[in-house]
């Protein structure tokens, strides 16, 4: 298939954001701190949302020292917690703006041991997958009032060899980092083209789109073997001879939040070899990513365990004449 991003497409693509409001969840550092950066940069009002406090601030601090105009401001959400995402939530939904862009980020890979959320799902399918899930449902009404909403959710070539485990979703036998990672980043595909499949069919207006950074220097490793794991002492020489820097790698998330190119259900990322490296381009989607079957049983289950059930649209309308 022909790529239809055309030319080597860069941050001064970027368009102006004037008026935006864009959420952006594990924005204090990585590729969500960089997305959050050119975001604000690009003149959108910008919610820095991660789980510290300390991060936060030091986000902000840096983010306005690069863009002295830079709107924005953070937000607590632990998204290994349920109650902290509907908190979180809550509050923007009694700040009642509209949002134009949400950024489903934030992630954790390859836990050396099996971790569970406050609610014992298995962490990397509970923070990756289930909590943007639960968030982008519980935003989905700010979502909706925007006149050209996108919801951006980050996802990975580990997605390739993921398999959706429907009879040990969080891993209780046998548990494999790297396949309960995998796991994970399919599911955020399946997520993505389930929700524009959705918002197509009950009228929701969202664009529903995916992006992956390619072989780039991410806070992952941090957040899953540590920096002191083997992963974590060979990831930096394999990036620098394979991958690109993490302001690259977050150049595929940006076009898809924000290019008049992107498409609905489109998945962007690098186009050089092995998509490890190089420019924005439209990313190879495994024949599983495309299970419209599978993505269903996936979103019934997502919604049962997280308590989140998303409207029809036989719902939005009772609900717009009350």
């Not at 935006?20 to 050119?38: F, P, R």
């Not at 890979?109 to 519980?138: D, I, S, V």
């Not at 092995?274 to 924005?280: D, I, M, W």
């Amino acid at each position: 298939m022909m790529d239809s991003v055309k030319g080597n497409w860069g941050i001064s693509d970027v368009p102006k954001l004037a008026g935006k409001l864009a959420v952006v969840t594990g924005a204090t550092g990585g590729l969500g701190y960089e997305n959050a950066l050119e975001l604000a940069r690009a003149g959108a009002e910008v919610i820095v949302a991660g789980r510290s406090e300390v991060k936060g601030a030091n986000a902000l601090r840096r983010i306005r020292t690069a863009v002295p105009e830079a709107r924005v401001r953070f937000e607590l959400v632990d998204l290994a917690n349920l109650k902290s995402i509907g908190e979180f939530s809550g509050r923007l939904l009694k700040e009642d703006r509209p949002i134009d862009i949400l950024v489903n980020n934030a992630g954790v890979m390859a836990l050396p041991k099996r971790e569970t959320t406050q609610e014992g799902f298995e962490l990397q399918f509970g923070t990756n997958h289930l909590a943007h899930f639960a968030l982008t449902g519980q935003l989905l009404p700010l979502l909706r009032r925007s006149g050209e909403p996108r919801v951006v959710t980050v996802s990975s070539l580990m997605h390739k060899v993921g398999v959706i485990h429907f009879d040990d979703l969080q891993w209780k036998r046998g548990y494999k980092p790297t396949s309960a990672y995998a796991q994970s980043k399919l599911a955020n595909l399946l997520f993505t083209k389930e929700l524009q499949r959705r918002s197509d069919a009950h009228g929701w207006g969202l664009m529903s789109n995916a992006a992956h950074p390619g072989g780039s220097s991410t806070d992952l490793i941090a957040n899953g073997p540590g920096t002191q794991s083997f992963m974590g002492r060979i990831s930096p020489i394999v990036v620098r001879i394979i991958g690109h820097s993490v302001v690259k790698g977050a150049l595929p998330t940006l076009f898809a939040a924000t290019s008049p190119e992107a498409m609905p259900a489109g998945y962007y990322g690098p186009k050089g070899m092995f998509e490890l490296k190089g420019r924005v381009g439209e990313a190879t989607v495994s024949d599983k990513a495309n299970d419209a079957s599978l993505a269903r049983g996936l979103w019934d289950v997502s919604e049962e365990l997280t308590g989140v059930f998303w409207p029809t649209a036989r719902e939005f309308a009772v609900a717009g004449k009350r």
